[in-house]
Structure formats: C-alpha cells, structure tokens
C-alpha cells in the first residue's frame, strides 16, 4: 500500500443530493474531493476502496451502485451493480477524481499490493447533538476526538486499539475499517495529514490523507 485516504459516505457529500446550506457540508465535500484528486494523482496500480460491507456483485472495476435509493438517481462505477452506499460513495469520489484504473471493493484489507492505494470510507458517532440521528450521547464526541488524534498523528495503534464495541454503540460501526488499517500499517512509517474534521447534522466526519513509506 503506497497510501490510504479516509473519507465519510453520506449520500450529501454528492453535491446533486446537498440541500441543506450548511456550510460544513460544503468543506467537507470539498476536502474529501481533493483527496482523493491527490491519492490517484499519485498514479497507484490500482485503487481498494474499503468499507464495512460487501459487494452483491464482482468486488473490481464492473462492479457499481446507484444512489437513486436515497433521492437522485447517480450511477457510479461499473455496470454491475452490487454496491452498497459506502462503496457507492467511494465509487463516486473515483469517478469525480477521473480515475479509470483498476479498482477493487473490499471489506477487510487482504491482498493488497505495495503500489496499490487505499479509499477507506467511513462516517464517524452518529450522536454528536440532540439533533444527530441517533440523538446525543455524551461519549460521542470523545470518541471521535480519539480517532481524529490518531488519523492528525499517524498514530496506527491508535486505529488499531479503537473500541469497536463502543463505537457500534455510538453508530459508528464503520469503524472496524479504521482499525483495518491501523492494524496492517502498524511499523509502517506515517506521512498523515488531515484535512478536514467536523460534525455537521451531528455526525462525526474526517477526511485524512496517509502516505506510507517502509
């Protein structure tokens, strides 16, 4: 793996479904375009996006997804089909970002080559206000302080020893890909930059960049 970048997949990050005039979507929307502009601009053999569900179809480039059950009909990807909204959203920022390169949807980071790149896509707590979707929980937004430390740091372990547990319970159970990826870049070392941290409409978002040396 030559590098991972970490973006949310709300449906609202594809500007067509964004209505809402707040501006954190707008920021947040920006940043995770830019990301991924610069993680294919580094010109990977090919693209894994990552997230914690499975393709219904063929996992690489045919396989695609259709944003149409949340409101606007957007195709992505391949022909396919099979792609849930994680994978979809990811599908979405590659083909905003001009990538035609082999691409691979995964749930787990198995197999994957040196000069491949990684796409995790995952949104944060779900109870970051009283008018979050899952209402306010006072742990939430420490919890993803947690993670938005380790993803500034390029702190691996940290990723790698969040509670998936705690995380389920705060509607962040995409979290698991988080540790994915602190566990199989551990003794790696880390570039991070992190781009961008918010909870709009309460819930936690981050769109971080890591480039990884030996």
């Known amino acids: 793996m030559i590098a991972a970048v970490v973006c949310p997949h709300p449906p609202l990050l594809v500007e067509a479904f964004d209505r809402s005039g707040v501006a954190e979507l707008r920021e947040v929307r920006a940043a995770a375009r830019a990301a991924v502009a610069g993680l294919v601009a580094a010109r990977p053999s090919g693209v894994v ?6 393709a219904q179809a063929a996992s690489d480039e045919t396989a695609g997804g259709d944003l149409a059950p949340w409101g606007v009909p957007v195709p992505v990807g391949g022909a396919g089909g099979g792609l849930g909204l994680a994978h ?3 599908a979405w920022l590659l083909d905003d970002a001009g990538w035609t390169g082999p691409r ?7 197999d994957v080559s040196e000069d491949e790149a990684v796409l995790v896509m995952t949104d944060g707590t779900t109870k970051r206000t009283l008018r979050a979707p899952g209402f306010l929980d006072e742990r939430a937004e420490s919890y993803d302080a947690l993670v938005e430390d380790a993803l500034r740091q390029g702190d691996a372990a940290g990723l790698a020893g969040l509670d998936v547990a705690l995380g389920g319970e705060l509607g962040a159970a995409g979290v698991t890909v988080l540790v994915d ?3 199989v870049t551990q003794g790696r070392s880390v570039d991070p930059v992190l781009h961008h941290a ?3 409409l309460g819930v936690g978002y981050w769109v971080a960049t890591w480039e990884l040396t030996a």
Request: aromatic share 4%; no cysteine; net charge neutral.
């Open 49 to 54: 996006v990552l997230a914690a569900e499975r």
């Open 88 to 90: 979809t959203v990811g």
């Open 104 to 110: 691979r949807y995964v749930d787990t980071l198995v």
């Open 181 to 183: 990826l602190g566990t």
């Open 198 to 200: 918010s909870a709009p």
